[in-house]
């Protein structure tokens, strides 16, 4: 009776440690769902490209494995600064343009990955995942092949997140990831008008991660995601000769943990499976307005999104803006 009274009691210990780190214990991806939208599958033009993207994610709410918000402190608010910067040779591959791309240095505030942390006394502080400042992992995209056709841009690509960023584990000041990841890629801009004025735009990343050092001789290796952006727009012009363009759109994101993690997480007394922490998802939705000069390769751009559903991760929203400029190598021929 007395041993089938500790087993019983042992049985409750875990499950409640299991249902603190079900609701709390979660992480993003990698990738944070924005940087795309409009026109996501045109390649830059050959030359030398420069792309500088601001990041901000804001969340004061935080929802369990079924979708229902759970009490919390603080606010989860980081801050990224992407210096993008791409090449673009004149020469052919498989019919298409080769890329190569660099992300860095990328200045931020806080991890762009979530991991809250389940022994925390009382709701969990939101506040407390998003310190620290510093310089986040590195992006490196050794290849990209995209195509122009009559109707549609697209290209694939593969990228690798390295954790250059500081990480060490239960720390509160986070800057990277802590973790390797592969990044498979692919994007599509098709134009459903004939003066390609108007556009359906798709990107997907499907992303492999490494394993992440924890507390406690732990490590866990989170769940494989699978990101989905997508847009629709409308361009404007602003003056006659199409020198000066607006582009409107409706833009939207949806990201998934696709497998289960993997290693193992202190939860509470003991060492328990990570796969114990459910898979999570979040889902937004908003617009991005563009202002574009054609002629100099420009371009400004400004991006909204709310997120209207999550589970088992944060719930809030994102701002995107920043520009792009090309530099053309060979220069195109003067208009006639």
């Given at each position: 009776m007395r041993i089938q009274l500790k087993f019983a009691a042992l049985i409750a210990t875990l499950q409640?440690?299991?249902?603190?780190?079900?609701?709390?214990?979660?992480?993003k991806g990698q990738w944070v769902p924005g940087q795309e939208g409009l026109?996501?599958?045109i390649l830059p033009s050959p030359g030398f490209t420069y792309a500088n993207l601001t990041i901000n994610y804001n969340a004061g709410t935080f929802n369990n494995r079924d979708g229902n918000a759970i009490p919390v402190t603080g606010t989860y608010d980081i801050w990224a600064v992407e210096n993008v910067y791409f090449y673009v040779p004149n020469a052919k591959f498989l019919g298409g343009n080769l890329g190569f791309m660099v992300m860095f240095p990328t200045p931020?505030?806080?991890?762009?990955?979530?991991?809250?942390?389940?022994?925390?006394?009382?709701?969990?502080?939101?506040?407390?995942?998003?310190?620290?400042?510093?310089?986040?992992?590195?992006?490196?995209?050794?290849?990209?092949?995209?195509?122009?056709?009559?109707r549609a841009d697209m290209w694939v690509a593969d990228a690798f997140m390295i954790p250059t960023g500081r990480y060490a584990p239960g720390a509160s000041n986070n800057?990277?990831?802590?973790?390797?990841?592969?990044?498979?890629?692919?994007?599509?801009?098709?134009?459903?008008?004939?003066?390609?004025?108007?556009?359906?735009?798709?990107?997907?990343?499907?992303?492999?991660?490494?394993?992440?050092?924890?507390?406690?001789?732990?490590?866990?290796?989170?769940?494989q995601a699978f990101t989905i952006e997508w847009g629709v727009g409308q361009i404007l012009p602003l003056k006659k000769n199409l020198s000066q363009l607006l582009q409107l759109g409706v833009v939207g994101y949806d990201q998934w943990q696709v497998t289960d993690n993997g290693g193992s997480v202190p939860i509470g007394p003991i060492i328990a499976p990570a796969n114990l922490i459910?898979?999570?998802?979040?889902?937004?939705?908003?617009?991005?307005?563009?202002?574009?000069?054609?002629?100099?390769?420009?371009?400004?751009?400004?991006?909204?999104?709310?997120?209207?559903?999550?589970?088992?991760?944060?719930?809030?929203?994102?701002?995107?803006?920043?520009?792009?400029?090309?530099?053309?190598?060979?220069?195109p021929p003067p208009a006639k």
């Open positions: 409640f440690f299991v249902g603190i780190s079900i609701a709390f214990a979660q992480q026109n996501a599958g931020a505030t806080g991890s762009l990955v979530v991991d809250l942390n389940p022994l925390l006394p009382g709701a969990p502080n939101l506040s407390a995942t998003a310190g620290g400042s510093g310089l986040a992992d590195l992006w490196v995209q050794p290849f990209t092949v995209g195509w122009h056709f009559k800057v990277g990831t802590g973790y390797f990841g592969n990044h498979l890629q692919t994007a599509t801009t098709f134009y459903i008008t004939k003066n390609k004025g108007t556009s359906a735009n798709l990107y997907t990343n499907w992303e492999v991660h490494g394993h992440r050092q924890g507390t406690n001789n732990t490590f866990k290796t989170p769940g459910p898979r999570y998802s979040f889902h937004g939705v908003g617009g991005q307005l563009n202002y574009i000069l054609p002629a100099r390769n420009f371009s400004l751009f400004f991006k909204y999104y709310h997120e209207y559903k999550s589970y088992s991760a944060l719930q809030g929203t994102t701002i995107v803006f920043g520009g792009f400029w090309t530099l053309r190598i060979p220069k």
